[in-house]
């Protein structure tokens, strides 16, 4: 019987600013069922697709909002919040794979209740357990870095070990068990922080 060799994790993943020339990866991954929201995933996979449709300049350009001027932004019950200052990155292997995105407050490293933590991302489910989270994450945490938090936070639910193998691959710790808002179905998730 063959034994079979361990999967190969793969170093050559980049974090690339989204523009044209890849948003074709980024919408078919979208109409392929995934979604680069963990919480609203279909509900925000619709609505991305409809923004691409309707102007593809202007999907990409509002991926990158530093100063916030994006407008408020639904949660998961609809409740409409304002946005954080924030931007996101595609994961790239030679193609899309995935998405990881970051937001902050200015001045402070702490969040209001309604955000989920700094940091979140998605891997396409056809490039999983390639490593490719876990080299995302630490790339973003460098460019995370500019930003002067002393940490960021991140949330995942209670039964998703491979995000939470993700985050503690990258110095990340379990502060505590927290109950969610109402907004996000006031389900108990796991808040951890990675010293920056």
Known sequence: MLQQRPRQKDSSL???????????????????????????????????????????????????????????????????????????????????????????????????????GHIGYAVVPWKRRHGHATRALGLMLKEVARHGLPHVDLTTDPDNLPSQKVITANGGFLVERITNIAAHGGTETLLFRIPV
């Open 14 to 116: 980049q974090l690339i600013v989204p523009d044209l020339a890849h948003l074709d990866g980024y919408a078919d991954a979208l109409r392929r069922g995934w979604s680069p929201d963990n919480v609203r995933l279909d509900a925000a996979a619709r609505e991305e697709l409809a923004r691409i449709e309707a102007n593809p300049a202007a999907f990409v350009a509002s991926l990158d909002d530093p100063e916030a001027k994006g407008g408020d932004i639904p949660l998961p019950d609809g409740t409409m919040v304002r946005r954080l200052p924030g931007f996101r990155r595609w994961m790239w292997d030679g193609e899309f794979c995935g998405s990881i995105g970051f937001r902050w407050q200015p001045g402070t490293a702490a969040l209001p209740a309604h955000v989920l």
